[in-house]
């Protein structure tokens, strides 16, 4: 599946020598899948030129499944439905009613996954899995959630709870790190080994990958940028500890500088209120011409110098800088003249230029990587009046 998703057109032939698979085995899972209205044949995407039976092409068939992608954060929520060639169905943005209480907000959630389902009747046997982006960290295993602060979330088996919720196959991982994994093998990153991303904010986060592999740290946790230590007599962070990154470089460090704040955020009601002075200081124009440019200036600054001795280190083929406060332009050309100044002579990619995945279609693609495009993907088929009742495993 991954291979036809990859390279569409691409033949039974050409599939039996990438996989080292017989023509005839390759053949009966072709079959199978064409079956399944999952893959449909149309013209290889070479031509064959010397005499004999022409190739046929295969290619992915979107309305054969789909998968729901899940971005819990503390300030825009969302659940997107999407087909299997990645297309966005539908979206919603929600606010969970109570966004302390994980299990309150894990069943509104199912609520309205459930509704979005029904309301473009897609059956639940065409529903191949959930992916589950959420603002904070797992455990080493990737199944408990061990620290989300903007949640207000304890630690729990996050994966477990979402599974029997929904009843199929779920797929858990950190916001800043969905995006980088999409970023790198659906948007327009694909084929980048070494990345590293800034999600910009009203704090700082950050995924880091190596070899095309997420960088996760002895403790699962690394990638967490915003906790660098920048200063070590600066302000408090909301981590409690002194001088991190995000008291410099951060969302809350410009409206700290700008007088909006004194104080940081320790509850999800404080995270909220700071968050909206942020998007309304960003959205006023004439306001943050006029006052806040040189301070955003100084942020994006400050994020390039605190970052470069670790960008130094890890050698990255690009490094990428997103999320609201990273697509204000005095911050990311800032952000992107103090690498330049500094040396720095890997790409860089900007969100103010390039379309970046968000994080609500990012837990849509990691679904599909994992679940879908796997080498784990199994397909109950049941009888309707389209499809035959089998089984479809690679």
């Known amino acids: 599946m991954r291979l036809i998703f990859e390279r569409p057109g691409v033949d039974r032939t050409a599939l039996s020598t990438a996989v080292k698979r017989t023509n005839a085995a390759i053949s009966n899972i072709v079959n199978e899948l064409i079956q399944a209205n999952l893959i449909v044949e149309g013209q290889a995407t070479h031509a ?175 990638g967490d940028l915003g906790h660098v230590l920048a200063e070590p007599k600066g302000h408090i962070c909301s981590c409690g500890k002194r001088g991190c990154l995000n008291t410099v470089a951060s969302g809350w460090a410009v409206m700290m500088k700008m007088g909006i704040t004194k104080q940081s955020y320790g509850t999800i009601n404080q995270f909220r209120w700071h968050n909206a002075q942020l998007e309304k200081l960003l959205g006023d124009n004439t306001f943050v011409a006029e006052k806040a440019h040189k301070v955003l200036v100084e942020a994006g600054t400050a994020l390039a110098r605190h970052l470069m001795p670790s960008l130094q280190i890890l050698n990255p083929e690009t490094v990428c800088l997103t999320g609201p406060l990273g697509r204000h332009p005095s911050y990311a050309n800032a952000f992107h003249q103090g690498l330049i100044e500094l040396g720095f002579s890997a790409k860089i990619t900007l969100a103010t230029e390039a379309e970046i995945v968000t994080p609500s279609m990012a837990s849509a693609y990691l679904a599909l990587s994992n679940l879908v495009y796997s080498p784990n993907f199994s397909f109950d088929q049941e009888p309707d009046a389209i499809f035959n009742e089998k089984v479809v495993s690679f």
């Open 48 to 222: 064959v030129v010397q005499p004999g039976r022409r190739r046929v092409g295969l290619k992915i068939h979107p309305p054969g499944g789909y998968v729901l992608g899940v971005s819990a954060i503390a300030t825009n929520s969302s659940i997107v439905l999407a087909d299997i060639g990645g297309q966005r169905i539908e979206e919603v943005k929600f606010v969970p009613d109570r966004l302390d209480d994980p299990v309150k907000t894990l069943e509104q959630i199912h609520h309205l996954s459930r509704d979005v389902l029904k309301r473009n009747k897609v059956p639940d046997h065409r529903v191949f899995g959930v992916g589950f982006a959420v603002a904070g960290y797992l455990s080493r295993e990737g199944k408990g959630l061990e620290r989300a602060p903007y949640l207000g979330w304890p630690k729990f088996d996050l994966k477990s709870s979402l599974t029997k919720l929904f009843d199929m196959p779920v797929a858990i991982e950190n916001v800043n790190r969905c995006i980088a994994l999409a970023e790198t093998r659906f948007g327009g990153l694909a084929n980048v080994d070494d990345l590293v991303l800034i999600r910009s904010a009203l704090g700082l986060g950050g995924a880091v990958m190596v070899g095309g592999e997420l960088l996760r740290g002895e403790q699962n946790l690394g």
